[in-house]
């Protein structure tokens, strides 16, 4: 047994198929374009700075300064940020759900703009699964430092020691273990996450297992 007796997840791509291509395929008829546009306007370091707690209006005004030309497809990024969610990663949420129906402490530390979390809470109902979210833009701390992982630990009286991090990025893994976590799992799928999971000790079924549950209720 390793003692660890609390998951910890991630959110985007883990928990939700998140990207904003979902949503500017329909805005751009050029893919070329859009990838131009998602490179160097509405691009991953700029959408970061919101996940670090900058507010929209300065983000977009600061865009808008530049590139008055995109307005309607900048304006869209947080107008209308749902349609970058295409949905749940579904067999994810079922290993969520499997946790927490065997009464297993589970958590979140997710880099996600304030206010764009709060309209997924909204819409995803297993977002409230958890017994805490951290989220970046309300803290101002962003993954993969360390202090946001502490920050958990603080807010929720988590002990990282026991706790084992799930995410789809090598490095919030990394920051994860240096902040003290017992484990980090680097997402790469519902069923290598379950087989994790259990040789960690945690109480969930193995895939195949899963998969054959889930044929028997069809």
């Known amino acids: 047994m390793t003692g660890i007796d609390t998951v910890v997840f991630d959110i985007g791509n883990v928990l939700l198929d998140w990207d904003p291509r979902h949503l500017y ?15 160097h306007v509405c691009s ?33 990024f947080r107008g209308r940020w749902p349609e970058m969610v295409s949905g749940p990663l ?14 297993v402490p589970l958590y979140a530390i997710t880099n996600f703009a304030a206010d764009t979390f709060a309209v997924a809470r909204s819409i995803f109902g297993f977002l409230g699964l958890f017994r805490g979210v951290v989220v970046s833009g309300a803290v101002k701390l962003m993954k993969p430092d360390p202090a946001i992982y502490h920050r958990l630990a603080c807010d929720h009286a988590v002990d990282l020691s026991r ?16 902040a003290g976590m017992a484990a980090a799992i680097h997402f790469k799928g519902a069923a290598p996450l379950r087989d994790e999971l259990r040789a960690l ?6 895939a195949g297992s899963a998969l054959r549950a889930v044929r028997g209720a069809m």
């Open 201 to 206: 000790g945690l109480p969930i079924m193995a």
């Open 25 to 39: 395929r329909k805005m751009f008829a050029d893919h070329s374009r859009m990838e131009w546009f998602l490179t």
């Open 163 to 178: 706790a084992v991090f799930i995410d789809d990025s090598h490095a919030n893994c990394e920051g994860a273990r240096r």
């Open 90 to 103: 579904h067999d994810t949420v079922a290993v969520l759900e499997e946790l927490r129906s065997a009464n």
């Open 44 to 76: 991953p370091d700029w959408n970061r700075r919101q996940d670090a707690g900058r507010a929209w209006a300065e983000a977009e005004a600061d865009l808008l300064a530049r590139y008055p030309d995109l307005r309607e497809e900048i304006i869209a």
